[in-house]
Structure formats: structure tokens, C-alpha cells
């Protein structure tokens, strides 16, 4: 397995930004979805009930887009050290192909799959 070159850095740097703003977005779009429902609005009892369900739906949505944007900063600050792109667990390269698809990878595939 091969180290990360400058290109695929630069590469992977650009894509992070891009997903990191893609993924603010989304989050702030899914702080509509949340707000509460008022027991006094005028919906009928299924529709109320279906209005809660997609609620905990978009919460949780929100929560997982939330929990990858901070992985994601995390690698946009690490991206230039030394160990950045070395699995954390058996220490060899992470192939650039998942990193350039999952940033936030600390793991290679071989390790991630023993999980």
C-alpha cells in the first residue's frame, strides 16, 4: 500500500471543505424538520402522529450528519500531518480511494471489516 502523494492530499483537502460545507447545509435544513409539534396544532391525530414520526426521523438524520461533519473537521485539521491516512489499528497506509470517499476514516478496509 502506497503513502498519500501531495495530489492526492490536495485532492482529498478540496473534497473535505466541499463536503464539509454540503454537510452545514444540510444540517441547518434538517432545524426546520425538528422544531416541536404543538399539541394544539390543527392536525388530525394520524397526521399528528405521522408529523412526531418524521420529527425523530429528521433528529436522528440530523444527529449522524452532525456526528460525520465533526469527524470531518477532524480530518481537514489532521490532513497535513505525517499519520494522517495510517490505519489506527495495524498502522499501514489507508488505501486513497476510501479516504477520498470516507475522509473520515482512521481505519483501512482490512481493519474495518474485523469490526
Known sequence: MSEMTIEDRKELKTKLIALIKKTEEEIESFKDMIKPISPE??????SRMDAINNKSVAEAAMRNKQKKLTQMKIALDKIDDESFGQCSQCKHAIQ???????????????????R
Do not use: D
Open 96 to 114: 486513497s480511494a476510501r479516504l477520498i470517499y470516507m475522509p473520515e476514516s482512521s481505519l483501512c478496509v482490512r481493519c474495518a471489516s474485523r
Open 41 to 46: 396544532n390543527s392536525l388530525g391525530r394520524i
